[in-house]
């Protein structure tokens, strides 16, 4: 009977290959899950100025808010920034008159509406600015937040990021 003889296994070049291209796509994975979070700026901390509107609050709460009160969060107690300025204007509600289909601006018996710019120190970036790493921090964005002398709620209207 005759031997076969034993043939052993030898790369070739379409071994090396495909080799260099599994451990290509196995290292991109891992950078993509595990290095994603320390992408650089990622983590820096900004300074923000932005404006919380106060809807149709009673006048005799005029004042309660002051410049250098410190503001936070009123459910969770997490500092949102320092009060620089406070803008108490009368509160203006706007109506359809049926008759004629024209829009008219009424002022709402003792009521203000309230404009408190904020600074803020602790801003990161990550998927979109937040304060604090816990809120969102764009247009629109509600909070519900207390200073020493008042507790409100209201929305952002504007934001200004200071040192990017």
Do not use: W
């Amino acid at each position: 009977m005759e031997k076969k003889a034993k043939r052993g296994f030898r790369f070739n070049i379409i071994d090396i290959i495909l080799l260099l291209v599994i451990i290509a796509a196995v290292l991109g994975v891992i950078y993509f899950f595990l290095s994603h979070d320390d992408v650089p700026g990622a983590s820096d901390t900004f300074s923000a100025e932005y404006v919380i509107e106060s809807k149709e609050i009673r006048d005799e709460f005029d004042g309660l808010i002051k410049p250098g009160d410190i503001i936070l969060d009123s459910v969770r107690q997490i500092k949102l920034g320092e009060v620089l300025y406070v803008e108490y204007v009368d509160a203006v509600r706007t109506t359809v008159n049926t008759d004629t289909g024209e829009q008219k601006n009424v002022e709402v018996p003792g009521k203000l509406d309230v404009y408190i710019t904020i600074r803020s120190t602790d801003v990161t970036h990550d998927e979109c600015y937040k304060i604090n790493g816990s809120y969102d921090l764009m247009t629109g964005s509600y909070f519900s937040y207390r200073t020493p002398g008042f507790v409100g709620e209201g929305s952002c209207v504007s934001v200004k990021i200071l040192n990017k």
